[in-house]
């Protein structure tokens, strides 16, 4: 049976949505209850198994990389004031991170194409930092990894979204299976009218490596840019595609009333 050991994520949009502060702070570092959010998706990452990870920045996303090194001024400092149990608050989740720059904004489906020689000719996951997910048992990604052991094809993430905000996502038409388990049948970009459901691609998928193929020959969509969404409707067309629908909330970090949403959640966790 394969495994999903490896994932994608990629993190060198503009950050448009949340603009002025994303001309300093890339959104992935926003903070949520003393992590950054990125912070978050590489937990999670973990705990569905995955052992290497492949970051796509962009050239002002260096704060990334810094956050995910070790501070060894931070370390001496700490024990020079015998302070070395606050070491433990400031570890770096322990996995294997790569970095690769993209160098034009050209659309997720362009910064996934950047991962091709990463993954290989290995299943992979997808994991978009923007969307934050608090699941009560499992894990977004865990749930999808788990569906993946059942069915060895590629898998994306859904939650039914209200109608009228369908227009911001990537919507499925879909042949329902199972509680929360849908094939996918044709997927529609930010449809304008007359969207085919309302479950709505969210941030997490696993791809067979064929995925990539599909990217290579998908014309720039939406935006002027390649599209995921696009090379997803291709590759339903000649192979099996699911979609499971997430078992818990998601929070949307571009959108200020999300964001603040998620922060007063977490808090109050805490």
Do not use: W
Request: proline share 5%.
């Amino acid at each position: 049976m394969k495994k999903i050991t490896k994932a994608i994520i990629p993190a060198a949009g503009y950050g448009t949505r949340s603009l002025p502060i994303t001309k300093v702070i890339p959104k992935e570092m926003f903070p949520i209850a003393g992590k950054p959010a990125i912070h978050y998706i590489v937990e999670e990452a973990i705990r569905a198994g995955i052992e290497e990870i492949l970051i796509v920045v962009s050239r002002n996303k260096n704060m990334i990389l810094d956050y995910f090194d070790r501070s060894l001024e931070l370390e001496a400092f700490l024990e020079k004031k015998n302070k070395q149990y606050l070491l433990k608050r400031g570890a770096i989740p322990n996995i294997h991170i790569q970095y690769v720059r993209q160098p034009y904004a050209e659309g997720l489906g362009d910064a996934i194409k950047l991962g091709k020689h990463f993954v290989g000719s290995e299943p992979f996951a997808v994991l978009l930092p923007d969307d934050i997910f608090v699941c009560p048992k499992q894990g977004a990604l865990e749930q999808l990894v788990e569906a993946y052991h059942t069915y060895q094809s590629s898998l994306v993430a859904l939650k039914k979204v209200r109608k009228d905000l369908l227009v911001n996502y990537g919507v499925i038409k879909e042949k329902k299976l199972a509680e929360k388990l849908y094939e996918v049948v044709d997927i529609v970009e930010k449809p304008k009218s007359s969207p085919p459901s309302n479950l709505a691609v969210s941030g997490r998928y696993i791809f067979e490596p064929s995925i990539f193929s599909f990217l290579d020959t998908v014309r720039k969509g939406a935006g002027g840019e390649i599209q995921l969404t696009d090379a997803i409707k291709a590759l339903v067309m000649e192979e099996k595609c699911y979609g499971v629908e997430i078992y818990g909330e998601r929070y949307d970090i571009g959108s200020e009333k999300e964001y603040v949403k998620l922060i007063n959640r977490m808090i109050g966790r805490i």
